[in-house]
């Protein structure tokens, strides 16, 4: 007999945040990105967090199918990206840093597995490591006893080939990078240097808007509006989906 497990059909589509820890910290106070999200998307998906602190792409491409073996590709609504920040530490960081051109195969070479496992390319956004404020991130790091291994110009570089790697690949993107550096006051966007401040998280929120509204606008809200209920077929009316 055969051991296999037929997957329920989910009622609610799924956007997928995968990451490092600006991605798993997106549903705290500050770095709240994921958050926003999940409450603009309320009653159409459900914004699943597979964030990882501390990783980088060389890791997150090694667990990537074990993540996409929990879902059904028909009901991802959209899939993200967003690694870098660990990569980007300068060579002396041996357990995190990736050189560069490896970094960006690896997020090609992670496309690639959610394209093989029936997402479709314009459903992949890549988002593109934050800029670090280094005075912060050195304070943070020598409170914390930590080695301070970051530089914001290589922040930038690792930024800029993410870009290259979404074009290549045909996904969308998001330059987070190069969006902040337009601010004067982009060091305002972090709470240390280098994770997201409310402000920050706010602004990511915002550029992912676009690719949100594009791949969910035209899904339809999971049961009725409070308004459109039958209160006198109650059964009737109060399907998933109704006609």
């Given at each position: ?202 602004l990511l ?27 006198e077929d ?6 998933p989906f109704?006609?």
């Amino acid at each position: 007999m055969s051991t296999n497990k037929s997957r329920a059909k989910s009622l609610w589509k799924k956007v997928l945040l995968v990451g490092d820890s600006l991605t798993q910290f997106g549903f705290s106070k500050d770095g709240s990105y994921a958050s926003l999200l999940a409450d603009y998307l309320q009653r159409k998906c459900d914004v699943i967090n597979r964030g990882f602190s501390g990783y980088n792409s060389k890791w997150c491409k090694i667990i990537l199918p074990d993540i996409l073996n929990e879902f059904d590709p028909e009901d991802i609504a959209l899939a993200t990206i967003f690694l870098g920040a660990n990569d980007s530490n300068l060579p002396e960081n041996k357990r995190q840093h990736v050189p560069l051109a490896d970094y960006k195969q690896d997020l090609k070479d992670m496309v690639d597995m959610m394209m093989k496992k029936g997402i479709p390319k314009e459903k992949i956004v890549l988002i593109s490591p934050p800029a670090c404020d280094e005075k912060a991130w050195k304070k943070f790091c020598l409170e914390s006893n930590k080695d301070f291994t970051k530089c914001n110009l290589t922040a930038g570089k690792y930024a800029d080939v993410c870009l290259d790697a979404a074009r290549e690949c045909g996904t969308k993107s998001v330059d987070f990078y190069g969006n902040m550096m337009k601010r004067d006051d982009w060091q305002d966007l972090l709470c240390d240097g280098l994770h997201l401040s409310a402000a920050g998280s706010l602004l990511l929120f915002k550029l992912l808007k676009p690719a949100v509204d594009q791949t969910t606008s035209e899904l339809p809200l999971v049961f009725p509006n409070f308004n459109d209920v039958d209160i006198e077929d109650l059964h009737g009316c109060l399907k998933p989906f109704p006609e």
